[in-house]
T-cell receptor, first 113, second 114 residues
Framework: QKEVEQDPGPLSVPEGAIVSLNCTYS??????FMWYRQYSRKGPELLMY????GNKEDGRFTAQVDKSSKYISLFIRDSQPSDSATYLC?????????????FGTGTQLKVEL | NAGVTQTPKFQVLKTGQSMTLQCAQD?????MYWYRQDPGMGLRLIYY???????DKGEVPNGYNVSRLNKREFSLRLESAAPSQTSVYFC?????????????FGPGTRLTVT
């Protein structure tokens, strides 16, 4: 069983829709939770991070963490064609040896006009 | 600032050939990382360097070696390439080991081993 599970999609939604992207994890030692966005043939870029249970909002994006259920979500409101990308969840256990991330496999999102 | 740069962008190797992937960052970051990305597998850590002068194995280190040449540069070497090493390779850097600091990724190197 992988430490981090993510539905690969692809997910296709109409412009303006609310998108929900989800990951589950099995390692209760994970302390920080991140969402990266990756456009086609580009490197991932950090979208949001959080370290506590609850919601964190940034513009049209909301990250939600439920540590009791080992479940994280990213919500995108009023989705735009420019949101079309692969979304990767990532989690880390902070050690003195570096910030090592464990990634989900990514969910491919397409927002259509 | 260029951020994280990687060379080459594309490479085709024959089985058994060797090559070095180069990575450099201009953000004065202490930590650097090498990942590979495969369909259905996500990003997997190959090696990382928490600070200049140190390197450690990640999840999938077999078949690879790394060198932290200086604070800016971190190279990945394939001594004898195998078809299983066909992948997209990403280099990343972050400000410091420990804590949660954003990892900045390069544009990737697409490697095909025939």
């Amino acid at each position: 069983q992988k430490e981090v599970e993510q539905d690969p999609g692809p997910l296709s939604v109409p412009e303006g829709a609310i998108v929900s992207l989800n990951c589950t994890y099995s390692n209760s030692a994970f302390q920080y939770f991140m969402w990266y966005r990756q456009y086609s043939r580009k490197g991932p870029e950090l979208l949001m991070y959080t370290y506590s249970s609850g919601n964190k909002e940034d513009g049209r994006f909301t990250a939600q963490v439920d540590k009791s259920s080992k479940y994280i979500s990213l919500f995108i409101r009023d989705s735009q064609p420019s949101d079309s990308a692969t979304y990767l969840c990532a989690m880390s256990v902070i050690t003195g040896g570096g910030n090592k991330l464990t990634f989900g496999t990514g969910t491919q999102l397409k927002v259509e006009l | 600032n260029a951020g994280v740069t990687q060379t080459p962008k594309f490479q085709v190797l024959k089985t058994g050939q060797s090559m070095t992937l180069q990575c450099a960052q201009d953000m004065n970051h202490n930590s650097m990382y090498w990942y590979r990305q495969d369909p259905g597998m996500g990003l997997r850590l190959i090696y990382y360097s928490a600070s200049e002068g140190t390197t450690d194995k990640g999840e999938v280190p077999n078949g690879y070696n790394v060198s932290r040449l200086n604070k800016r540069e971190f190279s990945l070497r394939l001594e004898s390439a195998a078809p299983s090493q066909t992948s997209v390779y990403f280099c990343a850097s972050s400000e410091t080991p420990g804590g949660v600091y954003e990892q900045y990724f390069g544009p990737g190197t697409r490697l095909t081993v025939t």
